[in-house]
T-cell receptor, first 111, second 112 residues
Framework: QKEVEQNSGPLSVPEGAIASLNCTYSDRGSQSFFWYRQYSGKSPELIMFIYSNGDKEDGRFTAQLNKASQYVSLLIRDSQPSDSATYLCAVSSGSARQLTFGSGTQLTVLP | DVKVTQSSRYLVKRTGEKVFLECVQDMDHENMFWYRQDPGLGLRLIYFSYDVKMKEKGDIPEGYSVSREKKERFSLILESASTNQTSMYLC???????????FGQGTRLTVV
């Protein structure tokens, strides 16, 4: 069984701080790694994906991948109250590149 | 704009009923997926399909079946609904390659 583990939280940070979200995965054959954001009652929406070791930056978001350690993280700089949501880590593998999700980390950004 | 449409936003069914959840995508994607989402458990894959009439079991297929007669439509079937199938059901589609999956708006199913 492929597993994706996240700290369930909840995680609270003050506005303007850096939020750090972590994820580990068990399947070494995993090919791509995704971070989704899900607001309460809504569908997940993609924030970023990464498939090479190292960092990938997009605006206030930075994804980090370390395949040797089977570890993915998401940093949110200058956190805003609108960033308050559940963040889902997902890992792609298999014939249809199906996504396996972690259970999510609930983030609250305090004004 | 990318669009994945699920037939119902909310659904209430009785135990033992046969339930159909429909999902349609307009992006000509090869791959389609059904997930269920429960508090504390994240999204769990029920079934997926990588081509018309092709289907594979995900992590929790028991009590479910699927149908994909046309490329744009992927149906999830609960043969005999039970209360433990009360959940949020999410459909997603994805083209070949390392790109994102697009989700429908979800169907909140309650089995009473």
């Amino acid at each position: 069984q492929k597993e994706v583990e996240q700290n369930s939280g909840p995680l609270s940070v003050p506005e303007g701080a850096i939020a750090s979200l972590n994820c580990t995965y068990s399947d070494r054959g995993s090919q791509s790694f995704f971070w989704y954001r899900q607001y309460s009652g809504k569908s997940p929406e993609l924030i970023m994906f990464i498939y090479s070791n190292g960092d990938k930056e997009d605006g206030r978001f930075t994804a980090q991948l370390n395949k040797a350690s089977q570890y993915v993280s998401l940093l949110i700089r200058d956190s805003q109250p609108s960033d308050s949501a559940t963040y889902l880590c997902a890992v792609s593998s298999g014939s249809a590149r199906q996504l396996t999700f972690g259970s999510g980390t609930q983030l609250t950004v305090l004004p | 704009d990318v669009k994945v449409t699920q037939s119902s936003r909310y659904l209430v069914k009785r135990t033992g009923e046969k339930v159909f959840l429909e999902c349609v995508q307009d992006m000509d994607h090869e791959n389609m997926f059904w997930y269920r989402q429960d508090p504390g458990l994240g999204l769990r894959l029920i079934y997926f399909s990588y081509d018309v009439k092709m289907k594979e079991k995900g992590d929790i297929p028991e009590g479910y079946s699927v149908s994909r007669e046309k490329k744009e439509r992927f149906s999830l079937i609960l043969e005999s609904a039970s209360t433990n199938q009360t959940s949020m059901y999410l459909c997603a589609s994805r083209p070949q390659g390392y790109t994102e999956a697009f989700f429908g708006q979800g169907t909140r199913l309650t089995v009473v």
